[in-house]
C-alpha cells in the first residue's frame, strides 16, 4: 500500500471516529437513557469507534507512527465540522482560526510524508 492511499485511510479513520462522537454527543442529550433510540446511538458511537480501531490499526501498519499520530488530529477538525454541520452548533471564530492551523500542520506533514519513502 503506498503511502497517499495511507493518508487517505487515516483521513477515513478520523471520519468515522467524528461521527462515532457524534452518535455519543446524541445519546447523551436524549431525556430518556432507557429508551430505544438512546440505546441506538449508543451503539452506532460504539460500533464507530470499533470501525476506526480497525481503520486505524491498517493505517499504523502502512504510516510511521511519528506521521500517523499528529495526523489523527484531524479528528478535532472532523469533529467541529461535523457538529456544526450536524448539530447546529456554533462555532466561534478561535475555532476555525484552530481549525486552519491543524489542517497547515498536517498538511505539512502530508507533504514531507509524500517527500519521503520510509
Known amino acids: 500500500m503506498n503511502q497517499f492511499f495511507a493518508i487517505l485511510l ?5 471520519t468515522i471516529e467524528a461521527a462515532g ?12 437513557d432507557g429508551d430505544l433510540g438512546s ?6 458511537g460504539i460500533c464507530c469507534m470499533a470501525v476506526e ?9 502502512n504510516l510511521n507512527v511519528s506521521i500517523a499520530y499528529p495526523m ?10 461535523m457538529s456544526r454541520i450536524f ?12 481549525l486552519a ?3 497547515c500542520g498536517t498538511v505539512l506533514l502530508g507533504l514531507n510524508s ?3 519513502n520510509s
Open 72 to 81: 489523527g488530529s484531524l479528528s478535532f477538525v472532523m469533529v467541529l465540522l
Open 114 to 116: 509524500a517527500g519521503s
Open 53 to 61: 480501531a480497525v481503520v486505524w490499526t491498517i493505517v499504523l501498519q
Open 10 to 14: 487515516l483521513v477515513c479513520a478520523t
Open 101 to 103: 492551523l491543524i489542517l
Open 39 to 44: 440505546r441506538l446511538w449508543l451503539a452506532g
Open 21 to 32: 462522537q457524534l452518535c455519543f454527543k446524541k445519546k447523551s442529550t436524549r431525556s430518556a
Open 87 to 98: 448539530l447546529k452548533e456554533r462555532v466561534q471564530r478561535d475555532r476555525w482560526i484552530g
